[in-house]
Each structure stands twice: as C-alpha cells, then as structure tokens.
C-alpha cells in the first residue's frame, strides 16, 4: 500500500473528510498553516514538557488562550469565541 491509498481508510476511520486544496492555490491551507506556526512559536518551540501529559495540559490551555483572547482580522478582529457567540446568534436570528 502506498501512503495515498492508506490516507482515505484512515480519514473515514476517523470520521473526517478529505478538504484537498486546488492545484497553484496555496491559500486554501493557509489559515490552517498559520494556525499551526502560531502554535509553535507560541509554545511549542519556547518551552519543554516533562511528560505527555504536561504537554497534553499545556495544549489544552494554550487552545482556551487562543480561542477566548487571540483577535484574528479574519474574524474583524474577534476573538474565535466571540467570532462563534456571533455566527450563532445570527443564526438563531
């Protein structure tokens, strides 16, 4: 099996879709790509885990740090939370 034909199995194994970018468009992975540089810059790279499960914690802060205080311009400088608070309301609307 080549890693082409394993990837499908496993995105249905664990319950995701395929979202490929198109041929000479970068920015369709782009938000995703900056999301994880911002990570690593952000912790990552600036500091060491004793265990996984340190690790695991300071993932899991470092997530709520981003979603209720990192202003983002493609949310009109919201926050991901307050970004989702605003798509909901509107819906519900």
């Not at 790509?33 to 690593?40: A, D, H, S």
């Not at 709520?64 to 509107?90: G, I, K, V």
Request: charge should be neutral.
């Amino acid at each position: 099996m080549t890693l082409r034909s394993d990837f499908k199995p496993e995105l249905c194994f664990l319950g995701a879709d395929s979202s490929p970018s198109f041929v000479r468009s970068p920015e369709g992975n782009g938000c995703a790509e900056r999301f994880i540089r911002t990570l690593k810059e952000q912790l990552l790279w600036v500091r060491s885990f004793e265990t996984v499960e340190a690790l695991r914690l300071a993932l899991l802060d470092w997530a709520r740090q981003y979603n209720e205080h990192w202003l983002l311009e493609r949310h009109d400088f919201l926050s991901p939370t307050q970004a989702r608070r605003e798509l909901m309301q509107r819906q519900a609307a």
